[in-house]
């Protein structure tokens, strides 16, 4: 009954232990999509002038 009442105590050291090695790869991978992407709309905007 008494750990009804005791805080919650959050461990700050959690965070630090994330692998985000596969958010880096994607959002490298979209930031590529993106940039592929605007460079063909532009060539395409350039053959068209």
Known sequence: ?????????????DHNNLDLRGTLAMVLALGALMVVSWFGIFMLFMERM
């Not at 009954?1 to 050291?13: A, F, L, R, T, Y």
């Open 1 to 13: 009954m008494s750990n009804k009442n005791k805080p919650v105590i959050p461990h700050e050291d």
